[in-house]
């Protein structure tokens, strides 16, 4: 009956499994004799879209922050480190100013599942992405600092910062930015410029991954490897 209803094989699983729970306890009270453990499940075959949004469109995407503001600035930086180098947001989180080393052109990250960070090159325009929003930044934080006076040190400014932070409000600066705010400015970006696809960190990490493994494979790289 439910197959005949066109349900979707994973729906009709769902259904099946509290079917089976109802009648399995149905029989340890006494009601039934029988039990549904034989019936199987449908197979499922999840077809999952990963390809993403390409070069061409993350460049219009990125376009659109302004790097003249202090939430453009952050916001273009992330952008960059997510494509340029396929960061997790994780990854991107966790950073602090003092992983960046602009002069090595290195950045040190937590990666998936380490307890201790790893330094990664970083390409020309990610570099310049950080350190404009790392000078805009302070400056802005040092002008906070001498609108409130310097008695209450509001703009204090150090290494140990996080390296991105949600605002620089004079009433809440420094906090940490987390994975949903990431999330959401990808998301925003990409909605701006019209891109269908509902993108994501994660989306955007598998947008570099595929073309990369392309271009390794038009240069015949994977092929080098197996020789």
């Known amino acids: 009956m439910l197959i005949e209803a066109k349900l979707a094989p994973s729906t009709i699983n769902v259904r099946l499994s509290a079917l089976k729970s109802l009648v399995d306890y149905a029989r340890k009270m006494g009601e039934c004799a029988f039990s549904l453990d034989d019936v199987p499940k449908l197979k499922t075959e999840n077809y999952r879209d990963t390809t993403g949004i390409d070069a061409e469109v993350f460049k219009s995407v990125i376009k659109l922050a302004d790097v003249n503001t202090v939430s453009g600035a952050r916001d273009y930086a992330i952008l960059r480190l997510l494509w340029d180098n396929a960061l997790r947001r994780g990854e991107v989180c966790s950073l602090d100013v003092r992983d960046f080393s602009a002069s090595g052109r290195k950045l040190m990250i937590l990666g998936k599942g380490k307890i201790s960070k790893i330094s990664i090159d970083l390409s020309s325009g990610a570099r310049a992405a950080i350190s404009h ?9 040092l002008a906070n600092a001498t609108m409130v006076g310097s008695s209450r040190e509001r703009g204090r400014y150090s290494d140990d910062d996080p390296m991105f ?3 620089l409000s004079r009433n809440q600066p420094g906090h940490r930015l987390g994975g949903s705010a990431i999330y959401a400015i990808v ?8 891109v269908e696809k509902i993108m994501s960190p994660h989306r955007l990490r598998h947008s570099i991954v595929r073309l990369r493994l392309t271009l390794m494979l038009q240069m015949g790289i994977f092929g080098q490897l197996k020789h």
């Not at 929003?133 to 934080?141: F, G, K, M, P, S």
């Not at 998301?187 to 019209?194: D, H, K, T």
Request: aromatic content about 10%.
């Open 133 to 141: 929003w790392l000078e805009l930044r302070r400056a802005t934080v």
């Open 165 to 167: 932070i949600i605002s």
């Open 187 to 194: 998301r925003q970006y990409c909605q701006e410029q019209a």
